[in-house]
């Protein structure tokens, strides 16, 4: 059973950072793509950003610019650079692994149980 575990959340000022990090129990290198997913409070969860195995990032248009993804498939982390944090960014952010190959055995995906973050005015 494979395991993601979300660190790095907390209470930040607006304009503030944060970087937020997410270690699988298991080998990521054939994982098809890495992501951050957030949910605010009564709404739905979104995609934020996401890297592929190959290295390409996609970002939500909300997050251009002031967010950044990166992953290390060495270590098996994945990892949220946050910038210029507004109060609508407060939210549960989890962590995703999507499809690929694990042990030579498909894997169909994975999420973590979430980070808190909070963005005060």
């Known amino acids: 059973q494979a395991q993601l575990v979300e660190s790095g959340g907390g209470l930040v000022q607006a304009g503030g950072s944060l970087r937020l990090s997410c270690i699988a129990s298991?080998?990521?290198?054939?994982?098809?793509?890495m992501s951050w997913y957030r949910q605010a409070p009564g709404k739905q969860r979104e995609l934020v950003a996401s890297?592929?195995?190959?290295?390409?990032?996609d970002y939500a248009d909300s997050v251009k610019g002031r967010f950044t993804i990166s992953r290390d498939n060495a270590k098996s982390t994945v990892s949220l650079q946050m910038n210029s944090l507004k109060p609508e960014d407060t939210a549960v952010y989890y962590c995703n692994a999507d499809y690929g190959v694990v042990d030579g055995a498909i894997f169909t995906g994975a999420w973590g149980q979430g980070t808190h973050v909070t963005v005060s005015s």
């Open positions: 890297v592929t195995h190959g290295g390409n990032t």
């Open positions: 298991i080998n990521i290198f054939k994982i098809n793509a």
